[in-house]
């Protein structure tokens, strides 16, 4: 007998004599029903779109490959042709799972040529549909229209994403806005999919190569909850990123990925307390002609023309972001952003979450311009001081208050009023840097530097903290076939209940290393100052909770037959494992799957309580 996916003939061949042992008369039935299970856990997805849109990549972006990245001679490599026949990729993760890299469509071929090149497409419970640019291709919009008719799953999915943005930026520039570019991705997508009938809410903006940006992960969970039925409760609590830096949760990230994950807390306690190491960046915005790059220099004790200095004149002159080490602060860049435009539109364009902090410059009265710059930075969480440039052109220093204190008083006032409570405000002079507030200013950069790396750091810990758990996640579900085969030779070995202690036992090694047990949730209420029963009360999955061998037992078996249970009440014909319940291997593989899933959550949750401010 051939072994199919998932199983290994070795495994075959010792599950067979241990059925023989019991009954030979029987051995070969049980087998085959065992081969036949496995069989009912297979799905088979399908992946296609126009040649070179990335099919192949994403494939290996889902298998947990990095084809090339690692290797620098790659990119000067010609790329593999593209197959001319399905290619299936059996999951690493999933055993049960195949991602089939089908023919790609390009003109001019005929698109009844290529739905007959791809062959019998019934075999494939799920298709998923890759798009680098532009609209699907009718024969592809054909396929998807097969798929909703015969209830099968499809998805869509958008994918070089990463090159849009990079294009947009260069093209719009000051101009340019994430969320604008990544909408503009997606209409061409959905709008030709509710043109012809399709579901809109299947599409997905992906890049192969930058897997830990964009959606990447929530199409992984999908695919997963749809074809192995894994059950997710997600909050919806970690979606809104405004407030975080994807660099500060990648830097965490790095961090604390070689520890295990009871080691996190101690990590991240480590770094909040001494935070020299912890990178911050303060991005200083404001029109253009503000005076921004004058005030960079003057932060830097840099002159206009020295080495190193942020370009100045006396017309827009910065075009690109652009970052300079702070001179005393470690870790501390000032960057240096193209002017802003006056109009609501030009201020929702702003991307500010690649940012800490903010200082907000004006080198005139508060007006409209500089009011929706202080509510943009608010609504996306983050902090600011409000500079008042070029102040020696409205005012004399001198022991006299005068002018100085009506300019502070009026956009203090300014600034209440848009709602920021106790706002702060330093009027500079980068000409006169030793006069006004600019002393002060540095002084408060340096001296509050501390206290806003801690506060952005933390911003990123949740993130973090889910990515590091989904990964230990993700190593402990290769192990789930494992152990689910692992059971059903034991069940052979001593039929019986005692398989069930078994599963349980293998969630209690789960809980282990995702730091659920007593000893665990001591550690990270000792790093945290959190007390121990408030970790506790977040974790619901009912396998760390004693769970009853009996009700276990009951998941993973099949009713035993009418006439089994009463051949085995007749003596001799009675003899054996007639009477024993049969373990079902694709109740125990889903059963372990969402075992862990659950406990996954858990340990999201918990780590999340662990570090949330009361």
Known sequence: MAAPAGLDDAFLRDLQAHYEAQDPGTAAARLQT????????????????????????????????????DDPQAFFQ???????????????????????????????????????????LGKYGCLVLVVAEGSPA?????????????????????????LDMHTAKRRFRARYSSAEALALARKGVAEALAKNGLETGRVFLVSGLETDRYQFSQFQDKLEEELIQLKRAHDGELEDLRAVSPGKIQELYQACATGRLTEVPAIICSALEEPSQIRLDVAVLGEAGSGKSA????????????????????????????AYAHPTVPNLYLWDLPGVGVTEEDVGRLDLSHYDFFLLTASERYRHAQSQLAR???????????????????????????PVEEIRSSCVDALQKDGMSSPRVFLVSSLLREAYDLPALRAALENDAPALKREALEKAIPMALSRLVRRKSKALMKDVWHKTLQSCLYSAEIPGPDVATSLINAA???????????ESLAQVAKA??????????EIRSPWLKQPDPKQVLKQITKPVPFS?????LVPYWGHGAAGQPEISLEATYRVLTQALVEMTEDAERMLRRAYAKE
């Not at 593999?80 to 071929?109: C, K, M, R, S, V």
């Open 564 to 568: 089994s249970r009463m051949w085995s």
């Open 295 to 322: 005030l960079v220099n003057a932060l830097r004790g840099v002159g206009c023309r020295e080495p190193g200095a942020a370009p100045m004149g006396v017309t827009a002159t910065t075009q690109k972001a652009t």
């Open 508 to 518: 209690s090694a789960f809980s282990i290393e995702l730091g659920l047990v007593e």
């Open 528 to 537: 945290t100052g959190k007390p121990a029963r408030l970790l506790q009360a």
């Open 34 to 69: 065992l081969v036949d299970s496995v069989n009912a856990l297979k799905a088979d997805v399908a992946v296609v779109g126009r040649r070179g849109a990335g099919v192949t990549t994403l494939i290996h972006a889902l298998m947990g490959k990095r084809p090339g990245l």
């Open 138 to 162: 009718d024969p592809h919009l054909q396929l998807l229209k097969a798929f909703q008719k015969k209830r099968k799953p499809y998805y869509v999915v958008r994918t070089k994403v990463d």
């Open 78 to 120: 010609q790329a593999p042709e593209p197959p001319g026949q399905p290619a299936g990729y059996t999951h690493p993760t999933y055993p049960n799972l195949a991602l089939w890299d089908l023919p790609g469509f390009q003109e001019p071929e005929k698109p009844g040529d290529y739905t007959k090149r791809l062959g019998d």
């Open 376 to 402: 943009a930075v608010s609504a996306a969480g983050k902090r600011f001081f409000f500079i008042r440039t070029k102040v020696d052109v409205d005012a004399q220093p001198g022991p006299e208050p005068g």
